[in-house]
């Protein structure tokens, strides 16, 4: 087991094998779109299209 600050993690729970993760940077929206929900239906229609058992969201 790998020991967090607060909390243990799973064995093997830190390893990658460069298909186990997707990250995704920045969606930018225009302003006349935001508050309108459009970043989050970008988000959930791309996720809805991956096999990775993680993603990573950097905003």
Do not use: F
């Not at 729970?13 to 989050?40: F, H, Q």
Request: glycine content about 8%; proline content about 3%; overall charge negative.
């Amino acid at each position: 087991m790998v020991v967090g600050h607060d909390r243990t993690l799973p064995e093997g729970y830190m390893n990658e094998d460069g298909e186990r993760t997707v990250a995704l940077n920045e969606i930018v929206v225009r302003k006349p779109c935001r508050g309108s929900g459009v970043a989050w239906q970008l988000h959930e229609a791309w996720l809805s299209h991956r096999q990775e058992e993680r993603v990573t969201l950097l905003v």
